[in-house]
């Protein structure tokens, strides 16, 4: 089974940058189509970005488009999100998460479809 797990979530002021990590032990991260996804208290998980398994096409929620930049690392089967210019907006627990191994040519999947997550990892934004 999928194991995850995220790091690289801290305090940071806004205007800031942070860039968090999702890995795994034991299987291939570029066999799989990867999201992040983002929680703040009070609100639902939103999806941030995702890039799909097959030709590692990137997706973006509007809201960090332009700022945030999400990546591959192979030989570190890493996957990194990149997040410029902070903004209070962009805290709550970040989690990745990734849908069963499948060759998807796209990553904007409904996030019913993402079955493994790991505990996520805290973002905080503030002055």
């Known amino acids: 089974q999928l194991q995850l797990v995220e790091s690289g979530g801290g305090l940071v002021q806004p205007g800031g940058s942070l860039r968090l990590s999702c890995t795994a032990s034991?299987?291939?991260?570029?066999?799989?189509?990867i999201g992040w996804f983002r929680q703040a208290p009070g609100k639902e998980r939103e999806g941030v970005s995702c890039v799909s398994s097959a030709r590692s096409a990137t997706h973006y929620a509007d809201s960090v488009r332009g700022r945030f930049t999400i990546s591959r690392d192979s030989a570190k089967n890493t996957v990194y999100l990149q997040m410029n210019n902070l903004k209070p907006d962009d805290a709550g627990i970040y989690y990745c998460?990734?849908?069963?191994?499948?060759?998807?040519?796209?990553?904007?999947?409904?996030?019913?479809?993402?079955?493994?997550w790991g505990q996520g990892t805290q973002v905080t934004v503030s002055s």
């Open positions: 998460e990734a849908p069963p191994e499948y060759p998807y040519t796209l990553c904007s999947l409904p996030e019913s479809k993402y079955d493994y």
């Open positions: 034991g299987e291939n991260l570029d066999d799989y189509t």
